[in-house]
């Protein structure tokens, strides 16, 4: 069954470091896709960045870049140089067989703290 | 575009009572889906449908309906609340094959005492 692990409740970071938060993943379906979404207090849902399986590079969005490591099953995500704003809950999903990105299944978040 | 839009953002229901949970989006997306997210915890999936007249369920199902009758909107049926239905409920739409992104809406809170 198709599984995502964040393994770290909460993080803290000093601002204008760097912070990788942690994802696992299980599946035995070739291809699959890895997203990573933030969560801010005000509860809305931010799509931050997307991983194929296939993709041979890691996937990079500004100051978020994603950690693909196929064999480790592993989709850690990394950002640079955090913000203040950056502070918030942080889901992994990976997408379902079937689903492109409409099925998706989340792990339990990973709550950031970015401190001055 | 309004994107993905849902109504209402809170409710108070007493068990036993039926709701529908509104859901519209005017992207023209094919893909259509319902979490629900408990504290504490990352999202899981009810319902989701591909396009009209399609549906079908996912993760949590058991107490909820969907129907999906025109592209733009996918409402979720509490049949007979429960207080174990008491949860932050999101809709999302996406394209299918076309990217990767799920917009997701706002969010409908939903208390059931």
């Known amino acids: 069954a198709q599984k995502i692990t964040q393994t770290q409740p909460g993080m803290f970071v000093q601002e204008k470091e760097a912070v990788t938060l942690d994802c696992t993943y299980d599946t035995s379906d070739p291809s699959y896709g890895l997203f990573w979404y933030k969560q801010p207090s005000s509860g809305e849902m931010i799509f931050l960045i997307y991983?194929?399986?296939?993709?041979?590079q890691n996937a990079t969005e500004g100051r978020y870049s994603l950690n693909f490591q196929k064999a480790r099953k592993s989709a850690n995500l990394v950002i640079s140089a955090s913000q203040l704003g950056d502070s918030a809950m942080y889901f992994c999903?990976?997408?379902?067989?079937?689903?492109?990105?409409?099925?998706?299944?989340f792990g339990q978040g990973t709550e950031l703290s970015v401190k001055p | 575009n309004a994107g993905v839009t849902q109504t209402p953002k809170f409710q108070v229901l007493k068990t036993g009572q039926s709701m529908t949970l509104q859901c519209a989006q005017d992207m023209n997306h094919e893909y259509m889906s319902w979490y629900r997210q408990d504290p504490g915890m990352g999202l899981r999936l009810i319902h989701y449908s591909v396009g009209a007249g399609i549906t079908d369920q996912g993760e949590v199902p058991n107490g909820y309906n969907v129907s999906r009758s025109t592209t733009e909107d996918f409402p979720l049926r509490l049949l007979s609340a429960a207080p174990s239905q008491t949860s932050v409920y999101f809709c999302?739409?996406?394209?299918f094959g076309r990217g990767p992104e799920q917009f997701f809406g706002p969010g409908t809170r939903l208390t059931v005492l």
């Open positions: 991983q194929g399986s296939y993709d041979q």
């Open positions: 999903a990976m997408s379902l067989p079937g689903g492109q990105g409409g099925k998706l299944i």
């Open positions: 999302a739409s996406s394209y």
